[in-house]
T-cell receptor, first 114, second 112 residues
Framework: DVKVTQSSRYLVKRTGEKVFLECVQD?????MFWYRQDPGLGLRLIYFSYDVKMKEKGDIPEGYSVSREKKERFSLILESASTNQTSMYLC?????????????FGEGSWLTVV | KNQVEQSPQSLIILEGKNCTLQCNYTVSPFSNLRWYKQDTGRGPVSLTI?????NTKSNGRYTATLDADTKQSSLHITASQLSDSASYICVVTETGANNLFFGTGTRLTVIP
């Protein structure tokens, strides 16, 4: 079974802290994604990566950065957490998106910034 | 503008009944359409993927249909079970891109 593993399920951080969310996939997927999910807004793309060290901004990249040093690992970084970044963060991975391959999601990381 | 709209926003049905969820999209050029099931507090899990040439696809009690001409899809759930209570998300991809366009989901509650 394909696995997308997010290292932290629940985190509580203080305003201004640096936060790392880690995601690891075990299927050699080229593409990896970070989304945030808020009630009534659906999933919004923060960043995606199509290869090691490659990244593209999504719809809401402000306040976030990413790192992909190895193919299986994609990290989301909040340089200085703010309360409006309280949300559920979802990592996903897959092969070519437009060729009908399954995109697999992790279980999500619930971040609360106080 | 590429958009995906789902209806209804929420739905409550009795266990054992059937239901149909709708998805309309404006994504173009269209590549494929996916339905995901998301249990509360969990990540989405893939139910079906349909490309332009497919108009029906089943996964157990879940049957998805696609009309690429009218840009509409539906997800039909047969003989609902309590475990079907979840959000169902429609996701559309455009050709030649890594963009996934998400609907905001339909929240289904199945009651005994």
């Amino acid at each position: 079974d394909v696995k997308v593993t997010q290292s932290s399920r629940y985190l509580v951080k203080r305003t201004g802290e640096k936060v790392f969310l880690e995601c690891v996939q075990d299927m050699d997927h080229e593409n990896m994604f970070w989304y945030r999910q808020d009630p009534g807004l659906g999933l919004r793309l923060i960043y995606f990566s199509y290869d090691v060290k490659m990244k593209e901004k999504g719809d809401i990249p402000e306040g976030y950065s990413v790192s992909r040093e190895k193919k299986e690992r994609f990290s989301l970084i909040l340089e200085s957490a703010s309360t409006n970044q309280t949300s559920m963060y979802l990592c996903a991975s897959g092969m070519e998106v437009d060729s009908g391959n399954t995109i697999y999601f992790g279980e999500g990381s619930w971040l609360t910034v106080v | 503008k590429n958009q995906v709209e789902q209806s209804p926003q929420s739905l409550i049905i009795l266990e054992g009944k059937n239901c149909t969820l709708q998805c309309n999209y404006t994504v173009s050029p269209f590549s494929n359409l996916r339905w995901y099931k998301q249990d509360t507090g969990r990540g989405p899990v893939s139910l079906t993927i349909m490309t332009f040439s497919e108009n029906t696809k089943s996964n157990g009690r879940y049957t998805a249909t696609l009309d690429a001409d009218t840009k509409q899809s539906s997800l039909h759930i047969t003989a609902s079970q309590l475990s079907d209570s979840a959000s169902y998300i429609c996701v559309v991809t455009e050709t030649g891109a890594n963009n996934l366009f998400f609907g905001t989901g339909t929240r289904l509650t199945v009651i005994p």
